[in-house]
């Protein structure tokens, strides 16, 4: 059923024009930042005092089932969309029911890609319900044991108030876009260039270098052997050999 709050309290925690954007745009910066060169941060790298813009607006997301995630964490300003504390509740009860398969297929898809999801949405209107839009971020996360089970995401309503409540909501359009991986893979050296490519295999059948000389050494040329004429009498006389 729905409960009657003071509207005055609710516009002030009711975003204004614009703040959606700035609000969306700061988490994702603050989940790049977290990554610090992996794909997916940790849910144990969240610091609140680096979201302490944001974290009204903010909130943390258990996987339980497909396409469910449960609230583990939610800011001051869901609940107030609610009317009530959301934490342990599915993010799909925040939804109509032509909202909730949408919103349980990109969730599903933040978890399984991983992938980034960023939802336009627009408050059920009624009796006491003011038109009101919304922007849903869900970034993905992963546990304590390694696998992607947490979405870290935000959600900022933006209106003339909030009025009756539970207020929830429909989805107008959904962008869902697989992370972008921070290591990218060394490049393959290229094949080598062979003659055939330029259309010189038969021209240049033979493309290898040429073969160092091989140095050769050349004996030195031997002395003249001296003549008879050129000796004296005692050279002459040593040369024979007396046989007995």
């Known amino acids: ?134 922007r849903l971020l869900l970034l993905p996360m992963k546990s304590d044991m390694g696998d992607v089970t947490r979405i870290l995401g935000c959600l900022v309503a933006e209106g003339q108030g909030i009025g009756r409540t539970p207020r929830r909501f429909i989805v107008d359009a959904a962008h869902v876009q697989p992370v972008t991986p921070c290591g990218h893979a060394a490049a393959s050296l290229p094949k080598p260039v062979t003659p055939e490519a330029f259309g010189l295999g038969k021209r240049l059948p033979n493309f290898s270098a040429p073969k160092a000389p091989v140095a050769t050494v050349t004996p030195a040329p031997e002395a003249p052997r001296p003549q008879a004429g050129d000796l004296t009498p005692e050279e002459r006389r040593a040369m024979f050999r007396v046989v007995k």
């Open 1 to 134: 059923m729905d409960r009657e709050f003071d509207t005055v309290e609710k516009v002030a925690r009711l975003g204004q024009a614009g703040v959606g954007r700035r609000i969306v745009a700061q988490m994702r910066a603050y989940w790049e930042g977290l990554r610090a060169g992996r794909d997916v941060p940790a849910r144990s790298d969240i610091d609140p005092r680096g979201l302490e813009n944001a974290l009204e607006y903010a909130f943390i997301l258990e996987r339980v089932a497909p396409g469910m995630g449960r609230f583990r964490l939610a800011g001051m300003h869901l609940n107030d969309l609610m009317g009530m504390e959301i934490r342990g509740m599915p993010l799909t009860a925040m939804f109509t029911p032509e909202g909730r398969k949408r919103v349980a297929d990109a969730t599903e898809a933040v978890f399984q890609g991983p992938a980034i999801a960023e939802l336009v949405l627009t408050a059920e209107a009624g009796i006491g319900k003011p038109p009101m839009t919304a």
